[in-house]
């Protein structure tokens, strides 16, 4: 089937605007995380979503991030008031529990830039 | 907290060569996965090799073989008869059996293969 799709692909907003960037995780898979890629740095973890389980939001940097996932499938990552520092890919991947292997499958990523 | 260190930002390598690229972790867990993952310039992370923290035997995949080295807590790629196609940023990725499995990654490896 297909696999983790992400929109928008590219973001350029104003600083102060809200955002809001789209993860479609392959279908059936029950796992779905957020992580933010900043030039030179590594992933960093933002959030994980488990079935109907409370998500882990231990890695959201502030109170102006926030994701929600609706019906257990597509996800939302909320960024308000963007400041500069924000800008970076943000990366969705999603796994399913049932793979003892606990393979991530990402998603190409949403380029932000905040001017 | 686990940490994981790549400590080669770039690397190169001619046509055919082998390479090895290192990586480095921490942690006071037993029971764990590691991982290298390749991020080619179109950004799509792929997963390359893993492997078993209660496994001995080293994980290979067609041209791609680990060395791991529980004790030490190394985790190295190689990459034999390397291909122009194996140009990419690789991120070596520690998950913690158990709770989030979400990966704790470095900050990568920038390989080069030139023709």
């Known amino acids: 089937g297909a696999g983790v799709s992400q929109s928008p692909s590219n973001k350029v907003t104003e600083k102060g605007k809200d955002v809001e960037l789209r993860c479609d995780p392959i279908s059936g898979h029950t796992a779905l995380y957020w992580y933010r890629q900043s030039l030179g740095q590594g992933l960093e973890f933002l959030i994980y979503?488990?079935?109907?389980?409370?998500?882990?939001k231990s890695g959201l940097p502030s109170d102006r991030f926030s994701a929600e996932r609706t019906g257990g499938s597509v996800s939302t990552l909320t960024i308000q008031r963007t400041q500069q520092e924000d800008s970076a890919v943000y990366l969705c991947?999603?796994?399913?529990?049932?793979?003892?292997?606990?393979?991530?499958?990402f998603g190409p990523g949403t380029r932000l830039t905040v001017t | 907290a686990q940490t994981v260190t790549q400590s080669q930002p770039e690397m190169s390598v001619q046509e055919a060569e082998t390479v090895t690229l290192s990586c480095t972790y921490d942690t006071s867990e037993s029971n764990y996965y590691l991982f290298w993952y390749k991020q080619p310039p179109s950004r799509q992370m792929i997963l390359v090799i893993r492997q078993e923290a209660y496994k001995q035997q080293n994980a290979t995949e067609n041209r791609f073989s680990v060395n791991f080295q529980k004790a030490a807590k190394s985790f190295s790629l190689k990459i034999s008869d390397s291909q122009l196609g194996d140009t990419a940023m690789y991120f070596c990725a520690f998950m913690k059996f158990g709770g989030t499995y979400k990966y704790i990654f470095g900050t990568g490896t920038r390989l080069k293969v030139l023709a």
């Open positions: 991947a999603s796994s399913s529990r049932d793979q003892l292997a606990y393979e991530q499958y």
């Open positions: 979503f488990q079935g109907n389980s409370a998500p882990d």
